[in-house]
Nanobody, 127 residues
């Protein structure tokens, strides 16, 4: 049974930082690209960042490029999202997800290509 468990969310002031973690179990973590998404109030779930299964390739949405950094530790079965210079519009529930296909040669942004999802962690940025 695959489980993805996010942690690290919370309340932070504008300009602050948070680091989210996503601990995976029940899958060969090192074989899967991983992604981070978020869903704000009244909005659709949007792609933020993805990292390849070896960790050598990353891709970011324009909205977070230069502020967020995705990384992974395959020895710990964990993917991270370092978020800096947070803005009020970053307020959302943040989700990690695993690619549906192992050893995919390139990272993907389409939500439908990810099959397992965590329960989400709330990030609230106050001005």
């Amino acid at each position: 049974q695959v489980q993805l468990v996010e942690s690290g969310g919370g309340l932070v002031q504008t300009g602050g930082s948070l680091r989210l973690s996503c601990a995976a179990s029940g899958l060969t973590f090192s074989a899967y690209n991983m992604g981070w998404f978020r869903q704000g109030p009244g909005k659709e779930r949007e792609f933020l960042a993805a990292i390849s299964w070896r960790g050598g390739n990353t891709y970011y949405a324009d909205s977070v490029k230069g502020r967020f950094t995705i990384s992974r530790d395959n020895a710990k079965n964990t993917v991270y999202l370092q978020m800096n210079s947070l803005k009020a519009e970053d307020t959302a529930v943040y989700y990690c997800a695993s690619d549906a296909k192992p050893l995919r040669p390139s990272v993907i942004v389409e939500r439908t290509s990810y099959d397992y999802w965590g329960q989400g962690t709330q990030v609230t940025v106050s001005s």
